[in-house]
């Protein structure tokens, strides 16, 4: 989850470096370093904490080079202290890495055998040190750094930068994502192109199991073999203006306000101008008899509310699963099965570590994904893109509401497919969906509003999230929002589950924050929270106005919302969700698009 660079620039590295860190800042952000190579010798500055703080260092302590490689550090092994931050440097050599060496201690107790300490807590100085004895046996630093990987187990991306060369940078990736820039007599690496896109557009992806030697001239790329291969240079466009706050106070709430334009831009590429759904021909719904969903976090929620619009539009059975259990557990995958993952950033480790497992016996693998170029979309069948842009707050917004977007444009189009829906209701369904821009930025309107309530949520220690049928999922969804960025103690319920357990929870201290849409199931949702009034819960009843006409006397906070079809009824209450969580994070005083101890891109175990 860490972020990695490196440079060989023309120009002075170590802003260049700071500026990659600051786009990658967002997979972590616990200490921070960066190493160059001046005049050949090697040097590094490093500090605990955000960013801010390297930055700081630098003014005071400046590092000259134009050679040089960079980290910003979510920490595994080992606490965020000054010492176990990366660069890690072992005499000529230094490290920057994200992922985890499984056989670390193995290869700690070989080199101690050898005579050589340990400074840190951290399995990365394990490699400094490994490269730096196989240099002492006479190796060539390429030499140094191929013997190194040829010993690792796990997960990794790594780059290497040597004393006394500074036209050298030896990067390799398995498990974790890397990329090279091209430039004009410069090359740089990175963890994803967004770090890349100041200095270069121009990206080579490393396939799994490659590693790099990098000089200004260009880049050699060998495979896991250790043979010469060609990996494909493209054009990768990262609009600047979508990694930048543009006048917001938070990322957050910049995404927030992004969502009616993704949306419609999604929209606009999946819904053709004759009213057809724009699917790539080969996604066959009839060829399958039920689809498995994988998925973590935000991605598994989304994932829950396609459930109820696959078994209910399709008639097709849906299995959902969190990646990290279906990994090990191993499930037996029939044949007529389409494995479909969710994920924002298309390199979340436990999800594409489901994906292989499910290759060669699903019958098709899709991924709904963000991000094109990835680990994930690379190896599925099928990629749709959300088209969410790039989202840097770690608490998923937009790229939620676009996953919801494109899968229930899936669903709609294995009903037609299945013969389940009728072309008189499939056209209502999207004209509804095409109005759905409008009512976002509706609901927008009641930020005000849902500040005030915020205002009075974040005095408290716990709240419960209720919703029913497909409202469910945006309980837990909303639960976990305002878990991650307020740190407020918050669970989502289904609502009829309440009376069996939860319910014992709810006091005159327990805000209670019902989500009921005007639905088929409103009225089973308004007895629910009935049970809650009874017992003294504070209810913040999240409704249409008709909603609260009929339900609202009594409960202790009301939010409306624009009246929405119930099969997109998720989608929308997405936003209330989304800004109540906002806004008790900064009523808190919290950090609201670097919570602690969380990153955003999960690409180890």
Sequence with gaps: MCGIIGVLSNHEAAPQLVEALKRLEYR???????????????????????????????????????????????ATHGAPTLSNAHPHR??????????????????????????????????????????????????????????????????????????NEDNLLIAARKGSPLA?????GEMFVGSDAIALAPMTNSITYLEEGDHAVLTRAGVKIFDETGAPCAREKRLVQVDAARVEKSGHKHFMAKEIAEQPTVIGEALGHYINADGTINLPDDLDFTAIDRVTMVACGTGYYACMAAKYWFEQIARLPVEIDIASEFRYREPPVPARTMALYASQSGETADTLAALRYTAGKAAQIVSVINVPESSIARESDIALPILAGPEIGVASTKAFTCQLTVLVLMALRAAQARGEISDEDLRTHLTAMRALPGLLSHAMEQSGAMEKVSRKLAETSD???LGRGAMYPLALEGALKLKEISYIHAEGYASGELKHGPIALVDEQTPVIVMAPRDRLFEKTVS???????????????????????????????????AVSELLAPILYAVPAQLLAYHTAVAKGTDVDQPRNLAKSVTVE
């Design 28 to 74: 972590g952000y616990d200490s921070a370093g960066i190493a160059t190579v001046q005049n050949g010798t090697l040097n590094r500055r490093r500090a605990v904490g955000k960013l801010v703080n390297l930055s700081d260092l630098l003014v005071h302590e400046p590092l000259a080079g134009k050679a040089g490689i960079g980290h910003t550090r979510w």
């Design 463 to 465: 709240i419960l999230f």
């Design 90 to 163: 072992a005499g000529n050599v230094a490290v920057v890495h994200n992922g985890i060496i499984e056989n670390f201690r193995e290869l700690r107790a070989e080199l101690a055998q050898k005579g050589i300490e340990f400074t840190t807590d951290t399995d990365t100085e394990t490699i400094a040190l490994m490269a730096q004895s196989l240099l002492q046996d006479g190796k060539s630093p390429v030499e140094a750094a191929r013997g190194t990987l040829a010993r690792l187990e796990g997960a990794f991306a790594l780059c290497f930068l040597f004393e």
């Design 180 to 184: 090279i820039g091209h430039g004009d």
């Design 528 to 562: 629910n929270m009935q049970e809650v009034m009874a017992r003294g819960g504070k209810v913040v009843l999240i409704s249409d106005a008709q909603g609260i006409k009929e339900a609202g006397e009594g409960v202790w906070q009301t939010v409306q919302m624009p």
